[in-house]
């Protein structure tokens, strides 16, 4: 089976501190990606990467950064966390085209 | 970048009754994935469409993509309390970026 883990599964964190968040999947896979999830906005795309050091920007990327060095392992960096960061995030990693989620971190940030 | 757009937002029926979710895209999809996530869980694939007006079934679900590409829909007949959920839709566009749809909330009652 597919695993996808994510370092914490809670975590909370002061405003303006810098914050990793980290992502393994075993399955050598090409693509990964970081969401956040919000009530009534759905999953939406922050970075994706399709090989080691390739990123990509998703649809909201401001406020964050990622990091790629192995294939796998993907870091969703917060340079500066501020309250509206405050949310669920999820891993995902695929080959082709089914995507396997881990768990999510839900961030806090006070 | 892609966007999707899901209806409703939110249905509740009664255990038995049928349920439908629409995706809806501005523009034309090479090919779309549907994902279910339970409260409190990460989501889960669950199909691929990638011919215009394919359909596919999984038991009680019934999967289509449009004959113009743009949208798909997800029908669940006689609905059961299992079938809780949100349930995306999800293009994947060429750069095998995988972008969600603003979900659909099914809850059922028994």
């Known amino acids: ?110 | 970048g892609q966007q999707v757009m899901q209806i409703p937002q939110y249905q509740h029926v009664q255990e038995g009754e049928d349920f439908t979710t629409y995706c809806n895209s501005s523009t034309t999809l090479s090919n779309i994935q549907w994902y279910k996530q339970r409260p409190g869980g990460h989501p889960v694939f669950l199909i691929q469409l990638v011919k215009s007006g394919e359909v596919k079934k999984q038991k009680r679900l019934t999967f289509q993509f449009g004959e113009a590409k743009k949208n798909s829909s997800l029908h669940i007949t006689a609905t059961q309390t299992t079938d809780v959920g949100t349930y995306f839709c999800a293009p994947l566009d060429g750069f095998q970026k995988l972008v969600f749809g603003t979900g659909t909330r099914l809850l059922v009652s028994p």
Not at chain 1, 10 to 28: A, N, P, S
Not at chain 1, 35 to 56: C, N, T, W
């Open chain 1, 1 to 110: 089976d597919v695993k996808v883990t994510q370092s914490s599964r809670y975590l909370v964190k002061r405003t303006g501190e810098k914050v990793f968040l980290e992502c393994v999947q075993d399955m050598d896979h090409e693509n990964m990606f970081w969401y956040r999830q919000d009530p009534g906005l759905g999953l939406r795309l922050i970075y994706f990467s399709y090989d080691v050091k390739m990123k990509e920007k998703g649809d909201i990327p401001e406020g964050y950064s990622v990091s790629r060095e192995k294939k796998e392992r993907f870091s969703l960096i917060l340079e500066s966390a501020s309250t509206n960061q405050t949310s669920m995030y999820l891993c995902a990693s695929s080959l082709n085209y089914e995507a396997f989620f881990g768990q999510g971190t839900r961030l806090t940030v006070v």
